[in-house]
């Protein structure tokens, strides 16, 4: 899954890779543009971005499989201590 910040606002792309999540940004937009772009999908935090899990779900289909899919990558991330409240870290990847 991934969040495409080369685009205003953000979108969530890939919906269907639950094996990774990252958010694309172009290398020389400045992180003030790049916390704007993303909006109610997360927040900026340093090297990396909070992102809204709510969010990340409504993006994804409406099916059950995804779905459990979805909450699997959720608590992967959480036994690595990457989920803090209703957020999930991702790496931020400078394209």
């Known amino acids: ?3 495409d910040a080369n685009q205003q606002p953000a ?3 890939d919906v269907d890779d639950l094996r990774r999540l990252e958010v694309l ?3 020389d937009l400045p992180d003030a543009d ?3 772009r993303l909006g109610q999908l997360g927040r900026l935090d ?3 971005v909070r992102l809204s899990v ?3 779900r ?3 289909p409406a099916d059950a499989g995804w779905a459990q899919g979805f909450d ?3 608590a992967y991330a959480g036994s690595k201590g990457w989920v803090e409240g209703d957020a999930v870290r991702a790496h931020v990847v400078r394209t």
Request: hydrophobic fraction near 60%.
């Open 72 to 74: 699997g990558m959720i």
């Open 1 to 3: 899954m991934q969040i």
């Open 34 to 36: 790049l916390a704007a």
């Open 54 to 56: 709510a969010h990340l």
């Open 46 to 48: 340093g090297d990396h």
């Open 25 to 27: 940004a172009p290398a």
């Open 11 to 13: 979108v969530v792309t």
């Open 58 to 60: 409504q993006a994804g």
